[in-house]
């Protein structure tokens, strides 16, 4: 069983060809909240939040073509990328998984965007790719050196 | 410009070969709260919808081989299929997405499991199939026959 329930969806990742066209729908179409867009240079992408309730819709565009995301984009095109769920601890969560013999593509937090995160593989979560990312004032916080809220 | 913000993610829905084999990962080790399992002949699937937060994950099992459904399980295997996002106001979202010119599987809302829904083909939406649904209370709800709540 899980440590705790899981909070919310975080958010659910698309890839994109141009965050700029893709706004067209989601912000101006769709009416979703445009968040943020910043590039994560370290990753080789541009990306976008846009906020719907509790959770938000990534746009994620490479800004080249040396990436995972980018082969994903050349290969399969725009789509779905992954979904991004929030827990309270995810150290002891990945412990836990870990034991239930899911493949870990991170088996400890690691830095992201938003906080902790870190990644199943596609293959232990029926063809998803999902991401957990530690809530707020979760331990991986402070462990992983983010400013204290 | 949407008529007014979308209210939340209502669904992420996924296609699975067995609810039973799927519902050890989302409800077990995910730990997400198992709502409903349900047969829907008219569709001839069998879906479960698990609650995180303000959403839900739908798993989509085909009961047979003569489905969109099937097909998309037997050619891509498991994975991802549509995002569903709630709306205040269903009709008035379809013929603004419509003048804006976007391809709409269903031009009126229709009868849903859980409530009127009306799908966005991918081709408008960079790879995603979009479902809409109208939130609780919509005049949709009342048009299309559902009981009042």
Redesign the interface.
Known sequence: ?????????HH?A?V??SIEA?AV?WR??????LETIMDIESDHVRIAFLG????KVELVEPTDDTTGVARFLAT?????HH?C??VGNLSEELT??GI?G?ELIDSAPRRGAEGPVAFIH?R?????L?ELIEAPGGPSWRSLGYPPG
């Open positions: 069983m899980a440590v705790l329930p899981p909070g919310r969806i659910v698309l994109v060809r893709s729908l101006d179409y769709l009416g979703l909240r719907v309730g509790e959770s399969k095109g725009e789509g779905f979904l769920i929030e836990r998984l239930e899911l596609p232990s979560c029926g063809g998803v999902v």
